[in-house]
């Protein structure tokens, strides 16, 4: 949940924004803003969480896809504060140029770009890699008549 909700809020408020600037509507302006910003608390919650999950996995055949997931996810991080930071100013300053607007546009959609990409290496770690998976094999020491026994 730490992880897949600030990637829902950024992507949630990137769509917001760009219906903002589409339709004009204030609303959903406003919207983006918020999103961004609970987006970029859920993005450091979920930097620190994947930074103390990933303890102990610095070793071994996951070290490569292990330093690409944290750096992607470090860009990520910072990229979510920067961007929040400047729509946060814009919206506080009720600054009204265009300029402002596209700028905070495109760095959104650079959050959006790097929180995508963080997830894919993400789900790569456990889809393909097998991170953090614990396997639970049956036992097989075990016979059928003492498993019925048991139930």
Known sequence: MIVHFPIALLLAGFLSQVIGLASKKEFFR??????????????V??????????EGIEEGPLEGPMELHEQ???I????????????IGVFYF????????WV?????????????????LGGQLVYRHGA???????????????????D
């Open 94 to 101: 009720k600054s009204g140029m265009a300029w402002t607007r």
């Open 45 to 54: 919650a979920a930097y620190f969480s994947g930074d103390f999950a990933g």
């Open 30 to 43: 406003n919207a983006a803003v918020y999103l961004l910003f609970l987006g970029a608390l859920g993005s």
């Open 72 to 74: 992607v996810a470090t």
């Open 76 to 87: 990520t991080l910072w990229l979510s504060v920067a961007a929040a930071l400047f729509s």
């Open 132 to 150: 953090g998976v614990e396997l639970a094999l049956p036992d097989f020491n075990t016979s059928a008549e003492e498993v019925e026994d048991d």
């Open 104 to 120: 905070s546009t495109l760095l959104f959609a650079a959050v959006v770009g790097s929180v995508s990409y963080t997830g894919y």
